[in-house]
């Protein structure tokens, strides 16, 4: 019922920023906590951020905090990850994620649509 699509991903070299885009098909995702994940190379997927319905919530990663924002437009149904200074360690594919729950929001298992991610690669 829920499509999201992810963009924005590209190679941007370490100290750089970056803004991926996280937009949903087919429904609207109002009442929806939208999450980002990462998957690198050879390793599981893991929290980077998220933002709960109406906004009411922020969270972040530790290895992201302090240079990450997230936001959401849901007249355009649409959530945004910005991150700056980024780091080749910031090196995946990033996945946004849609969930009806309210808690355990950093784990992959509360979410029920996924995108279909997009590459991000840090490297100089």
């Known amino acids: 019922q829920l499509r999201l699509v992810e963009s924005g991903g590209g190679l941007v070299q370490p100290g750089g920023s970056l803004r991926l885009s996280c937009t949903a098909h087919?429904?609207?995702?109002?009442?929806?906590?939208i999450g980002w994940f990462r998957q690198a190379p050879g390793k599981g997927r893991e929290f980077v951020a998220l933002?709960?319905?109406?906004?009411?919530?922020?969270i972040y990663a530790d290895s992201v905090q302090g240079r990450s924002t997230i936001s959401r437009d849901d007249a355009k149904n649409t959530v945004y990850l910005r991150m700056s200074s980024v780091k080749p360690e910031d090196t995946a594919v990033y996945y946004c994620?849609?969930?009806?729950?309210?808690?355990?929001?950093?784990?992959?298992?509360?979410?029920?649509?996924w995108g279909q991610g997009t590459q991000v690669t840090v490297s100089s």
């Open positions: 994620a849609a969930s009806r729950n309210v808690d355990y929001l950093l784990k992959e298992w509360s979410y029920d649509y």
């Open positions: 087919g429904s609207h995702f109002t009442y929806y906590a």
């Open positions: 933002i709960k319905y109406k906004s009411v919530g922020l």
